[in-house]
């Protein structure tokens, strides 16, 4: 096979509608925060959990895209959704109050690139005539997925610091 053979290539290129993102105190803070649509200083975002936070976040994500897009959640084909908490849990929740079909992706950092491939794939060559993507990472419910539980109070290593 040559490298031109594993080349995947699109019949139909699709583009970019619009985009849209939220992000935490912290992100709103750096040297991108005029980039950002929205900048929740509330990192529960007024939810009882992260876990739930990461959902409303996403939930706001979705709402405010479709908004620039000027689309209905009718318009949209698919979403393709995904988190770093097992199962997708946050996507799954967030995505239920939408009446779109919701496919998950668990690809870690990857999920967004995963998600751009396979909307790019269903609106170029299956038909599809807009699709979303969305991914998320909540600092504290990835905390408490891969490290060290924040709830528990236990003290980070001097060398998660650096």
Request: aromatic residues 10%; charged residues 20%; glycine residues 8%.
């Amino acid at each position: 096979m040559t490298e031109c053979e594993s080349l995947i290539q699109l019949p139909n290129p699709p583009s970019v509608l619009a985009w849209s993102s939220t992000v935490g105190k912290k992100e709103g803070e750096g040297p991108l925060r005029e980039c950002f649509d929205a900048i929740e200083q509330d990192s529960y975002f007024g939810q009882s959990t992260w876990e739930a936070a990461e959902s409303e976040l996403q939930r706001q994500t979705v709402r405010r895209l479709l908004e620039k897009s000027h689309c209905t959640e009718h318009d949209v084909g698919c979403l393709f959704a995904g988190d770093l908490i097992n199962q997708c849990t946050s996507s799954t929740y967030a995505l239920r109050h939408f009446d779109t079909p919701y496919l998950g992706i668990f690809g870690a950092c990857s999920t967004f690139a995963e998600g751009l491939l396979l909307g790019a794939c269903m609106v170029s060559g299956m038909g599809m005539q807009r699709c979303a993507v969305l991914t998320s990472s909540h600092f504290s419910s990835a905390e408490r997925q891969f490290r060290f539980p924040l709830s528990y109070g236990g003290q980070r290593m001097l060398s998660a610091w650096y």
